[in-house]
C-alpha cells in the first residue's frame, strides 16, 4: 500500500495527515511555532510520530503546503504575508534533508484545491477555483488537462492563486503586504474587529451588530467571486478555511452579489458555490496528494 505524509503549515496552526491510497488513516494539529527553527523542528518530529509504525519504503514522501509566495525552482518560501518567520526558507530542501525522504512544496491553498478537486466537493466537475477565508485569503485553480489528468493552474512564474491580493477598494486599508484595499482585508478574519468565532456565537444568538458584520463580510465576497468567475469561469468554487463554517450567515449576501456583477448569464446561473467537504484537513490532504504528481 502506498503512504504518504502531508503539512499544511499555517499562521496559527500546522495540520498533519498520513494517507493510505488517498484515505486518511492517521491525522494532528499542532500550535503554529513563532520562528522558523521551532516550525522545522516540530515538522520533523510530528512526522516522526506518524510514520513511526510505517517501514520508510513505503512511504512516498512528503507534501508541504505553505502560505505563498514560492520561488518553485529552488523551493523557497519568499515572502509570505501571515507568515514573516518563513521568509527566503528553502524549506522543503530542510525537511527532505532531515526525513531522509521525497518532499515537494506547493502553496497551500492550491493543496486544499487540489485535495477538494480529487476526493472533496469539485470531484464531478473539470475546473475547480478553491478559497480559503482565515487569517488572509488564498485561491487555487485546478483542472482536468488535455490527457484527463488533474493539473494545478500556477502561472508563468508560479504565483498565480494570491487571489487575497487582488485589490476590490483601490482607496481601501493598506494590507501586511504592503498594498491597499486588498480582497482578504475585507473577506478573511482581518474584516472583523472581534474574533468570528465569537461574533459567529452571536450572530446566532440574533444579535444585530453580529449578523450585519456578516452580511457586510458576505457582499465583500462576492464582490471579489464575482471578479473571479468574470476572469476564471470555474464550474465550482469550493470555500474552506475557519470562516466558511459560518456559511449559513453570508451565503445569501454572497450569492446576490454574484449574481449582480458576473457577466456571463450562463456562468450566474450555473456556477456552484460549496463549502469544504474535507474541512480542516483538506490542505494537509492535499499537500501528500502532491506526491502523485498532479503539478
Not at 522558523?36 to 523542528?41: G, P, T, V
Not at 522543503?92 to 480529487?118: Q, S, Y
Not at 470555500?239 to 446576490?256: V, Y
Not at 446561473?269 to 474541512?279: A, D, E, M, T, W
Request: aromatic share 6%; hydrophobic share 40%.
Amino acid at each position: 500500500m502506498k503512504h504518504s505524509i502531508g503539512v499544511d503549515i499555517g499562521s496559527t496552526k500546522i495540520s498533519f495527515v498520513l494517507l493510505e491510497e488517498k484515505r486518511v488513516i492517521l491525522s494532528q494539529k499542532i500550535l503554529t511555532p513563532k520562528n522558523k527553527k521551532e516550525i522545522i523542528k516540530s515538522i520533523k518530529e510530528n512526522i516522526d510520530k506518524l510514520r513511526k509504525d510505517i517501514p520508510k519504503q513505503k512511504i512516498e514522501g512528503v507534501g508541504i503546503g505553505v502560505a505563498g509566495p514560492l520561488d518553485e525552482e529552488r523551493s523557497i518560501v519568499l515572502n509570505p504575508p501571515n507568515l514573516k518567520s518563513l521568509t527566503n526558507c528553502p524549506l522543503a530542501k530542510i525537511i527532505g534533508k532531515n526525513l531522509g525522504l521525497k518532499t515537494k512544496m506547493e502553496n497551500d491553498a492550491k493543496c486544499f484545491t487540489l485535495a477538494e478537486a480529487i476526493i472533496g466537493e469539485g470531484k464531478r466537475y473539470d475546473t475547480v477555483l478553491g478559497l480559503t477565508l482565515g487569517s488572509g485569503i488564498g485561491g487555487g485553480l485546478v483542472f482536468k488537462n488535455a490527457n484527463g489528468k488533474w493539473q494545478i493552474w500556477k502561472g508563468v512564474f508560479g504565483g498565480a492563486g494570491e487571489v487575497g491580493h487582488m485589490t476590490i477598494k483601490f482607496d481601501g486599508a493598506k494590507c501586511t503586504c504592503g498594498s491597499i484595499g486588498c480582497f482578504e482585508n475585507y473577506a478573511s478574519e482581518k474584516f472583523f474587529d472581534i474574533s468570528p468565532i465569537e461574533l459567529e456565537k452571536r450572530a446566532k444568538k440574533g444579535e444585530k451588530y453580529a449578523k450585519t458584520s456578516y452580511q457586510e463580510f458576505g457582499r465583500n465576497l462576492g464582490i471579489g467571486l464575482a471578479n473571479l468567475i468574470n476572469i476564471l469561469d470555474p464550474e465550482i468554487i469550493v470555500i474552506g478555511g475557519g470562516i466558511a463554517k459560518a456559511w449559513p450567515l453570508f451565503l445569501n449576501a454572497t450569492r446576490n452579489e454574484i449574481k449582480k456583477r458576473v457577466l456571463s448569464l450562463h456562468s450566474k446561473k450555473s456556477v456552484k458555490i460549496k463549502v469544504s467537504k474535507l474541512g480542516d484537513l483538506a490542505g494537509a490532504i492535499g499537500a501528500a496528494l502532491l506526491l502523485e504528481n498532479y503539478d
